[in-house]
């Protein structure tokens, strides 16, 4: 019934600027965290930002001053802008929320499906 879906990934040589995007739908009654993550070619998952609820944000040290998160709670999507980007930022990037569907019980987590970013020199 949810679903988070992501778009805004590409190609981009090595300064320039993307935006994704990731909007959760299907009934849902709230949202707390959202957050991004990215696994580079060979690498581990790592994650990139978060923002809560409440719109506090946290960013790994190799995006800060780079990278900006900030979500519209009132369409449910979660935001990633990415400025000066470098080649080591070439991964896939997924969206990840925890919410609370209408119907369920309690809170469940979700992920999109994943948007390339490539960064070329």
């Known amino acids: 019934q949810v679903q988070l879906v992501e778009s805004g990934g590409g190609l981009v040589q090595a300064g320039g600027s993307l935006r994704l995007s990731c909007t959760a739908s299907g009934s849902i009654f709230k949202i707390n965290d959202m957050a991004w993550y990215r696994r580079g070619p060979g690498k581990q998952r790592e994650l990139v930002a978060a923002?809560?609820?409440?719109?506090?944000?946290t960013y790994a040290d190799s995006v800060k001053g780079r990278f900006t998160i900030f979500r519209d709670n009132a369409k449910n999507t979660v935001y990633l802008r990415m400025n000066s980007l470098k080649p080591e930022d070439t991964a896939v990037y997924y969206c990840?929320?925890?919410?609370?569907?209408?119907?369920?019980?309690?809170?469940?987590?979700?992920w999109g499906q994943g948007t390339q970013v490539t960064v070329s020199s």
């Open positions: 990840n929320a925890e919410l609370w569907p209408t119907f369920g019980a309690t809170w469940s987590n979700y």
């Open positions: 923002i809560t609820s409440g719109g506090s944000t």
